[in-house]
């Protein structure tokens, strides 16, 4: 059981970047995928989650807008496109896989978003 997060990096303010969330090892369109931050210094919070048929996104109040979930169940992948990116964007960005029904959690080893000119 494994997810695996890429596209991280240094970007400047008002520049794109897209984060991809690979799974294997359990059955990808059976659960809710949703990313998650932490920045230093602070908690970790939910920016966009998407239920596991592909509908229902739903974004935190920071991000509305700006960014992107989706998901392709055949490519075992879920993405997130972030635009107008801010420097209060900057955190480590964590990819988190759940189904409530048989109390099924997993989490990503993380990826780094630096906001910077």
């Known amino acids: 059981v494994q997810l695996v997060e890429s596209g991280g990096g240094l970007v400047q303010p008002g520049g794109s970047l897209r984060l991809s969330c690979e799974v294997s090892g359990f059955t990808i369109s059976l659960c809710a995928m949703n990313w998650y931050r932490q920045a230093p210094g602070k908690e970790r919070e939910l920016v966009a989650g998407i239920t596991n048929y592909g509908d229902m996104p739903n974004y935190a109040d920071s991000v509305k807008g700006r960014f992107t979930i989706s998901r392709d169940n055949a490519k075992k992948t879920v993405y997130l496109q972030m635009n107008s990116l801010k420097p209060e964007d900057t955190a480590v960005y964590y990819c988190?896989?759940?189904?409530?029904?048989?109390?099924?959690?997993?989490w990503g080893q993380g990826t780094l978003v630096t906001v910077s000119s």
């Open positions: 988190n896989a759940r189904r409530r029904a048989v109390n099924f959690e997993v």
